[in-house]
């Protein structure tokens, strides 16, 4: 009689988890354009009031700051815009490689903007604008969740 052999399998020391599954998100439909509109104008908008900060062809952005700003940080408030200005420069360049984190960092900008337009008499108007800037820099960051890292779709044969 033949005899059943068995024999013993060792398992690796190290069990390894199936690679889990990733789902591809496409470049294409509403919620994509408006990701990609948001994207942009976050990008070109910090970029240019930014840079205007040096030019003052835009607006008086002087004459937006609270002088208890200027006052509290002990500089004068030429040298505090075009800090702002260096800051809003980087932050559009944030947002075009980094929408995601830099539509947040974007939003509290806003939100630091809106605060100071609240402690300046006479620009509530402008400060509400503001905030309502910043609840799209919020939609921006929300969507880059999403669409940061999407791909195009394949292009159909014609």
Known sequence: MN????????????????MPLTTAVLAQGPAWQAFQLL??????????????????VLAPWRSYLSPSISDVLGVSGE??????????????????????????LVAGWLWAI??????????????LRDLGLSLAALALARLAAVYQDAIEPPRARR
């Open 3 to 18: 005899a059943l052999r068995v024999e013993r399998l060792e398992r690796p020391a190290i069990a390894t988890a199936p």
């Open 39 to 56: 994207h942009w104008v976050f990008v070109v908008l910090p970029l240019t009031v930014g840079a205007d900060k040096f030019f003052t």
């Open 79 to 104: 040298q505090f815009i075009h800090t702002v200005g260096v800051a809003e420069i980087l932050l559009g360049i944030l947002v075009a490689f980094a929408p995601r984190l830099g539509g947040w």
């Open 114 to 127: 809106t605060l100071n337009l609240f402690l300046t008499a006479g620009y509530a108007d402008v400060a």
